[in-house]
């Protein structure tokens, strides 16, 4: 059974910075396209960041351009969030998810991606 569980979600004020972390289980990920998106009360599920099968490429959303940084350690099955200078904008639930395997495309829709986890807060304070 595949699993995903996001961490390192909390409370931040803004300017501050925050690092998420998802482990992936039940096969190996080294194959598939990575991401994150969030969600905001009230809002669509949004596309945050997305990276390749060996990290050597990866796409971003424009609101988090420059700020925010995606990385993978396939070795550990995990995907990474760096969050930095965040906005109270970046309040949001934060979701890991995976293409199936051999897809390359770094999708930026959310039904490119086969699995996800439950999500971790991130509230950014003014």
């Known amino acids: 059974q595949v699993q995903m569980v996001e961490s390192g979600g909390g409370l931040v004020q803004a300017g501050g910075s925050l690092r998420l972390s998802c482990v992936a289980s039940?096969?190996?990920?080294?194959?598939?396209?990575m991401g994150w998106f969030r969600q905001a009360p009230g809002k669509e599920r949004e596309f945050v960041a997305a990276?390749?099968?060996?990290?050597?490429?990866?796409s971003y959303g424009d609101s988090v351009k420059g700020r925010l940084t995606i990385s993978r350690d396939n070795a550990k099955n995990t995907v990474y969030l760096q969050m930095n200078s965040l906005k109270p904008d970046d309040t949001a639930v934060y979701y890991c998810?995976?293409?199936?395997?051999?897809?390359?495309?770094?999708?930026?829709?959310?039904?490119?991606?086969?699995?996800w986890g439950q999500g971790t807060q991130v509230t950014v304070s003014s």
């Open positions: 990276v390749s099968w060996r990290g050597a490429s990866t």
């Open positions: 039940g096969r190996t990920f080294s194959r598939s396209v």
């Open positions: 998810a995976a293409r199936g395997e051999g897809y390359a495309g770094l999708a930026v829709t959310t039904r490119a991606y086969d699995y």
